[in-house]
């Protein structure tokens, strides 16, 4: 009875948890990028807000200066997508992404390239610099300043990162701790709109241990509410199958041939990695939302929709380097990039 009580509370709590940028902070940023000089694209972010970003939890956008709209013109709505991130992301999470890593936009299969070094303070994207600080930040919506629109055609010169070996992956997640010991995770995946893998771990469905290395694929709450009304299955079955025993981070996802395997923690269920452009899918589900949280040991992944069951293929089980999960006492390689 207290079960199915508690259950029944999380289900009417989802539906409120679930957000989106409100209008104000629409035309707060709106205010702030006119007052700072960037009144082309002040008019452009409320001319386009409702179909670009406003039903995001979180954004980023790269606001192009006037002398750009000047030297270019009106941009199609296509290159305002592609100064547009489905997730807030901080100079100092742009920072940290090594050269070479690609960040999706909202142009769909197109995405933006890291090409300053480690070695520089500041950050260049497509051969852009960013202006050093946001112009607009309220940690839903952030905005930076480029002084000309970035080139969808953008081709970076130089080898792309590799994956590193994920090897040493064991599903030894047993120890109950739920959200009390990822309290910040949780918050992060309710405030984005991905409050039903939040409540999973809230509920302890699912323990791990101190210093388990992880990855969660979360789907949005609209489509695994029509899976809420199975709680107990959803435990043992659908929650498990989207955690990874190890912590794949977005480079290593973009990286991986296409076709590439990895081990869910639900056993026997296996995840097949292809590619749509620069769209990553697993077993057919676009990832959404990459590295929507990254620390030492954990990453999580906002996915597009549920993950569905897939047939393992024989050949998977010999693959080391695809079949992520397996047991093997070989270590993580050391030069593995990261997003």
């Known amino acids: 009875m207290a079960y199915s009580l508690l259950t029944s509370l999380t289900i009417l709590c989802l539906v409120s948890l679930s957000s989106s940028l409100p209008s104000q902070t629409i035309l707060d940023a709106a205010k702030i990028l006119s007052d700072s000089g960037y009144l082309s694209m002040s008019l452009t972010l409320e001319h386009v807000s409702q179909t670009l970003i406003s039903e995001l939890p979180s954004a980023t956008v790269f606001a192009a200066s006037d002398a750009a709209f000047i030297g270019s013109g009106q941009p199609p709505l296509s290159l305002i997508q592609f100064h547009s991130l489905p997730l807030a992301l901080s100079f100092e999470r742009l920072r940290s992404l090594p050269s070479g890593a690609k960040i999706p936009t909202m142009f769909v299969n197109h995405s933006l390239i890291v090409t300053s070094p480690a070695s520089d303070s500041q950050i260049s994207l497509n051969d852009v610099y960013i202006t050093l600080s946001p112009l607009f930040d309220n940690g839903s919506l952030i905005i930076f300043g480029v002084d000309k629109f970035f080139d969808p055609n953008f081709q970076a010169l ?39 893998m939040a409540s999973f771990l809230d509920l302890q469905l699912l323990g791990f241990r101190d210093g388990t290395k992880m990855t969660v694929l979360a789907p949005i709450d609209e489509v695994m509410m029509d899976h809420v009304v199975n709680f107990s299955n959803i435990s043992s079955s659908i929650f498990l199958r989207h955690v990874l025993p190890c912590k794949v981070s977005w480079s290593d996802l973009v990286n991986f041939e296409d076709g590439s395997m990895l081990r869910a923690s639900l056993e026997g269920f296996i995840i097949n990695i292809t590619r749509s452009g620069d769209t990553v899918k697993l077993n057919g589900v676009a990832v959404a939302f990459p590295d929507m949280y990254y620390s030492d040991s954990l990453v999580i992944h906002g996915l597009g929709g549920v993950l569905t069951l897939l047939e393992e293929p024989e050949q998977a089980a010999d693959s080391p380097f695809e079949t992520v999960g397996s047991n093997t006492s070989d270590q993580t390689a050391s030069g593995n990039s990261e997003f």
């Open 158 to 196: 130089g080898p792309t990162p590799s994956p590193g070996r994920h090897t040493g992956c064991t599903v030894d997640a047993i120890a109950p701790s739920g959200c009390d010991s990822f309290a910040e995770d949780c918050g992060v995946l309710r405030s984005r709109g991905y409050s039903v």
